[in-house]
């Protein structure tokens, strides 16, 4: 039963990573006033990149990108997607903080060992960038693992429908807007698109990647989009629950089906509202970035832990 | 176009998939580099056709040569095209490619193209408008669909005989041959 979840959840997660790039390129397009490529589009380019010949640049080149793609797949299975969860019981949000660094570090070894320029240069900012956001998000779960006096994720979810969403709960609204504040960054989106800046460093640590490379990288990236948002819509979106209206069906298959819906309904409005901040911003340089993050969310999200501690 | 005709996914995805997802190198040697941000942008916007700017060549499979070809340009040209995976269309803009166009007598500039890289379509005129870049890529399916966009197989085969056109220009050439 737990592979079939498993199965499930990689599927349901890669159909919505690609959806998610076709949305953001078809949103993007209509905010130009162009009519765009169609939704689909990610897949066809997708199948190219399988069916072109590919360079290989050695061994560790292979691993890096198989590395980031199973870190990943793996952090989908602990997440819980409504009521679909496969490894959500057990583990909880550390483990989900630790693997959420192996796909950064996969892509690391990758383009260090493709030698280019290009990608040193992008890999490095994106540690860089990795650094500064994940020092937030520690601390946004620190808030959210002593409010809720849990670990597990899955039990995360369950208080929240019970009592009231984290967003809504005037304790955990600064931890929430300090996550609003590091998504773009964690998204690789403008303002913080400067690890895959493609006209300034050549599409940074994908340079060398081409045929399948690029194809598993695609993949990849369409992961860590979903990733990102199912994190938020969990820890401050209740999940898969729509104020207790669906609650006499849960358990059964339709409960699941409904808050599955639910789920992907919360994070497609999550997404739209990051490529909007996509489309109108230009990029930060480097520096500005980690200056912005370390300074604007990390002292929200600080102010957010101190007021949770002094009132529990 | 075909692009929603699942049978023909199924049958041939390799060719349906080149077809739409042409991923351009923009290689702005002459005055032709002016009509592409048009033709990108909102006025003709070819990212419908899923055609867009790719940022490095090993992205790309359609190189699109705007304008004169220099000796120095050349040069990169054909490392260029080298670095693209295959399979790679290669398709000539403007009539300075084709015959040097105006630059016919020039001491520093190369007359025909296809001479030194394979090329797998000319748009001509000088300049060729926007919408000249989407009848060329109208045809470059066609081109596709019958197998005869082989551009990188000539190359392959006759490599000799492109190095050699190459090393007359430059005498020796600073990398080694990419075909034994």
């Known amino acids: 039963m737990n592979i079939l979840l498993m199965i499930l959840s990689a599927i349901i997660s890669l159909v919505t990573g690609m959806f998610f790039l076709g949305l953001a390129r078809k949103i993007m397009a209509m905010i130009h006033w162009r009519y765009g490529p169609p939704i689909y589009q990610p897949l066809i380019d997708v199948i190219r990149y399988f069916h072109q010949r590919a360079v290989s640049h050695g061994f560790i080149f292979d691993l890096g990108i198989i590395i980031s793609l199973i ?7 602990f997440l819980p997607l409504g009521n679909i969860s496969s490894f959500s019981n ?6 989900i903080l630790y693997i959420l660094i192996l796909s950064p570090l996969g892509l690391a070894l990758s383009s260090g060992e493709s030698a280019n320029p290009n990608a040193s240069i992008g890999i490095s900012r994106k540690l860089i960038l990795t650094l500064s956001y994940e020092f937030v998000l520690i601390i946004i ?16 979810v369950m208080l929240q429908a019970r009592k009231v969403w984290s967003f809504a709960s005037w304790k955990l609204i600064l931890p929430g807007i300090a996550y609003l504040l590091i998504l773009p960054a964690m998204l690789g989106f403008r303002p913080f698109e400067i690890a895959g800046a493609s ?22 990236h369409g992961l860590l989009h979903f990733i990102t948002i199912a994190l938020f819509v969990n820890l401050f979106l209740g999940g898969g629950d729509l104020f ?19 789920f992907l309904i919360k994070m497609i409005l999550i997404f739209v509202i990051s490529v909007f901040i996509n489309a109108v911003f230009p990029r930060l340089r480097l520096e500005q970035a980690t200056k912005y993050i370390l300074y604007y969310p990390l002292s929200i999200a600080i102010v957010g832990l101190i007021i949770v501690v002094a009132i529990n | 176009m075909d692009r929603n005709q699942i049978g023909k996914w199924l049958r041939s995805p390799q060719k349906m998939s080149n077809k739409y997802s042409l991923h351009a ?20 916007d070819a990212e419908r056709f899923g055609i867009i700017p790719a940022p490095n060549p090993r992205q790309a499979n359609l190189f699109l040569i705007t304008g004169y070809v220099s000796l120095k340009t050349l040069k990169a040209i054909i490392r260029t095209y080298e670095q693209m995976l295959e399979p790679k269309y290669t ?16 001491y520093n500039t190369i007359k025909k193209l296809d001479k030194y890289i394979p090329i797998d379509g000319w748009i001509a005129g000088c300049m060729p408008r926007p919408e000249a870049i989407f009848v060329a890529v109208t045809h470059l399916w066609t081109l596709i669909e019958k197998d005869m966009a082989t551009g990188y197989i000539k190359y392959r085969k006759n490599y000799k005989q492109y190095r050699a056109n190459q090393e007359k220009i430059y005498g020796s050439l600073d990398w080694p041959p990419l075909y034994k």
């Open chain 1, 71 to 77: 870190g990943s797949l793996l952090v989908v299975f």
């Open chain 1, 90 to 95: 057990s583990g909880g949000l550390l483990v």
């Open chain 1, 141 to 156: 779960l620190l808030s959210l693992m002593s409010q809720y006096q849990t670990i597990s994720l899955q039990e995360i």
């Open chain 1, 199 to 220: 006209q300034e460093i050549s599409a940074g640590p994908s340079v060398e990647f081409g045929g399948k490379y690029l194809a598993l990288n695609t993949i990849n």
């Open chain 1, 244 to 262: 207790g209206i669906f609650d006499s069906i849960s358990g059964t298959f339709w409960g699941s089906f409904v808050s599955l819906i639910i």
């Open chain 2, 25 to 44: 190198v923009y290689f702005c040697t002459g005055c032709g580099i002016i009509e592409i941000p048009p033709s990108i942008t909102t006025r003709w």
């Open chain 2, 91 to 106: 398709v000539g803009f403007g009539s300075c490619p084709i015959n040097g166009g105006m630059y016919w007598d020039s």
